[in-house]
């Protein structure tokens, strides 16, 4: 079955530590995206990408970095620059905008819990 | 840039009855696309329906339609026959062709027994 994964499902981490948030996708989609979700702010952008090799900013980016080194793969580094990393993550894909007339929403993962202890 | 604003953060219907929910959305690009997911306790995402800004037609969904109005740049959700699995937040958003996809701050709607 195509779908979307992210791993893991709940992820702990101490202050001033890196942590890698896995999100991979066997629909052949183009596009990538991650969010931030916390309690009334809605799905927040941090991160997405176009295409391989290439990767935008979103709204609230800083303290985040991300590669798209293969199609299938997007991951999230949350580094210890990030001053309040405590939150749900959830990744998602589509097929390019561009492409007029076909089924062009985003699939989404089932998150990823991260919280600092 | 886009921006998505649900001005409702949190409402209530009575199981059968009819609920709208409000967008509102700016985007300078001329094709872009609107959604409406839903997102239950589970917290995953589900898609509710699309528009595409290019058609004029309201799109359907069974139970679900929308009231898309371009030139005031709005995209309300109507609920008809509400059922208590549609208790549930739901998200506004909005996607250009730069693949940008930008979500509003949702709003909680609570299915009444």
């Known amino acids: 079955d195509g779908g979307i994964t992210q791993s893991p499902k709940y992820l702990f981490r101490k202050e001033g530590q890196n942590v890698t948030l896995s999100c991979e996708q066997n629909?052949?989609?183009?596009?990538m995206y991650w969010y931030r979700q916390d309690p009334g702010q809605g799905l927040r952008l941090i991160y997405y990408?176009?295409?391989?090799?290439?990767?935008q900013k979103g709204d609230i980016a800083e303290g985040y970095s991300v590669s798209r080194e293969k199609k299938e793969s997007f991951p999230l580094t949350v580094t210890s620059a990030q001053k309040n990393p405590t939150a749900f993550y959830l990744c998602?894909?589509?097929?390019?905008?561009?492409?007029?007339?076909?089924?062009?929403?985003?699939?989404f993962g089932q998150g990823t819990r991260l919280t600092v202890v | 840039a886009q921006t998505v604003t649900q001005s409702q953060p949190e409402m209530s219907v009575q199981e059968a009855e009819t609920v709208t929910l409000s967008c509102t959305y700016d985007?300078?690009?001329?094709?872009?696309?609107l959604f409406w997911y839903k997102q239950p306790p589970s917290r995953q995402m589900i898609l509710v329906i699309r528009?595409?800004?290019?058609?004029?037609q309201n799109a359907t969904e069974n139970r679900f339609s929308v009231n898309f109005q371009k030139a005031a740049k709005s995209f309300s959700l109507k609920i008809s026959d509400s059922q208590l699995g549609d208790t549930a937040m739901y998200f506004c958003a909005v996607r250009g062709a730069t693949n940008k996809l930008i979500f509003g701050t949702g709003t909680l709607l609570a299915v009444q027994p």
């Open positions: 528009q595409e800004a290019y058609k004029q």
């Open positions: 629909l052949n989609h183009d596009a």
């Open positions: 985007t300078s690009e001329s094709n872009y696309y």
């Open positions: 990408s176009q295409i391989v090799n290439d990767f």
């Open positions: 998602a894909s589509s097929i390019p905008g561009q492409e007029i007339g076909r089924n062009t929403e985003a699939f």
